[in-house]
């Protein structure tokens, strides 16, 4: 088979969504399921592990280029803007935050991080909402320093320099009573187990390559 137009190039740094910043650092084809198919070998940092993707698949999956430093830094300006109050149901606030987190793109997941932070300020958030937040707030710095040539150390100041203004406007205006955030175990079970499938569905290929690359 000839071998296709790829979007990515060795070496390239790409954003994987839900994943991280990652390195493509391998371009191969092998048989699987009886088809010869070209896969990207992506090599993420945070988790120290390596994926295969098909590259006729990368697009869908929402693997992207890292942004310029101008949309690094419209990225940050964002982080600063005033914004609508996240609804008080923090299920519904779970689910739309994951939606965008799945999306993928810098806006996105710089909207996560205000959300979240602003949230934060009024009210501790759940177990699952912190992770979320955290997750979030980790592929934003990553993917910054990327972009500005600059560490995630010095983005996180950035970071708190954008939000610090919107959490001391969170404390002299709460919106929210104290029973609405009722963490709900079963609720955050099916959550876990709907992500759980999600991501070893994304990871077959992955999985079935590295046991063939040994």
Same mark, same amino acid.
């Given at each position: @088979? #000839?071998? /296709?137009?790829? %979007?990515?190039?060795?070496?390239?740094?790409?954003?994987? /969504?839900?994943?991280?910043?990652?390195?493509?650092?391998?371009?191969?084809?092998?048989?699987?399921?009886?088809? *010869?198919?070209?896969?990207?070998?992506?090599?993420?940092?945070? =988790? %120290? *592990?390596? !994926?295969?993707?098909? !590259?006729?698949?990368?697009?869908?999956?929402?693997?992207?280029?890292?942004?310029?430093?101008?949309?690094?830094? $419209? #990225?940050?300006?964002?982080?600063?803007?005033?914004?609508?109050?996240?609804? =008080?149901?923090?299920?519904?606030?779970?689910? @739309?935050?994951?939606?965008?987190?799945? $999306?993928?793109?810098?806006?996105?997941?710089?909207?996560?991080?205000?959300?979240?932070?602003?949230?934060?300020?009024?009210?501790?958030?759940?177990?699952?909402?912190?992770?979320?937040?955290?997750?979030?707030?980790?592929?934003?710095?990553?993917?910054?320093?990327?972009?500005?040539?600059?560490?995630?150390?010095?983005?996180? !100041? *950035?970071?708190?320099?954008?939000?610090? /203004?919107?959490?001391?406007? =969170?404390?002299?205006?709460? !919106?929210?009573?104290?029973?609405?955030?009722?963490?709900?175990?079963?609720?955050?079970?099916?959550?876990?187990?709907?992500?759980?499938? %999600?991501?070893?569905?994304?990871? #077959?290929?992955?999985?079935? @390559?590295?046991?063939?690359?040994?």
């Amino acid at each position: @088979m #000839s071998k /296709p137009k790829t %979007d990515f190039t060795v070496n390239q740094k790409i954003v994987y /969504p839900s994943q991280g910043v990652g390195k493509i650092t391998e371009i191969f084809k092998k048989e699987f399921n009886g088809e *010869m198919t070209y896969y990207y070998k992506i090599y993420l940092d945070i =988790s %120290d *592990m390596y !994926v295969m993707v098909p !590259v006729d698949k990368a697009a869908n999956l929402g693997i992207r280029p890292i942004v310029s430093a101008e949309e690094a830094q $419209k #990225s940050l300006d964002l982080i600063g803007e005033d914004f609508e109050p996240p609804t =008080s149901d923090w299920k519904l606030r779970y689910q @739309m935050n994951l939606e965008l987190l799945k $999306k993928g793109t810098i806006e996105d997941i710089a909207a996560i991080v205000r959300c979240l932070y602003h949230r934060s300020k009024v009210k501790e958030l759940p177990i699952l909402e912190r992770k979320l937040y955290d997750n979030a707030k980790k592929l934003l710095e990553d993917e910054i320093a990327e972009a500005l040539g600059i560490t995630s150390k010095e983005v996180e !100041v *950035m970071l708190h320099a954008k939000l610090e /203004p919107l959490g001391l406007k =969170s404390e002299k205006k709460p !919106v929210f009573t104290e029973d609405e955030d009722e963490d709900d175990d079963e609720f955050g079970s099916d959550l876990d187990s709907k992500d759980n499938g %999600d991501d070893e569905e994304d990871d #077959s290929d992955g999985d079935d @390559m590295d046991d063939d690359e040994d």
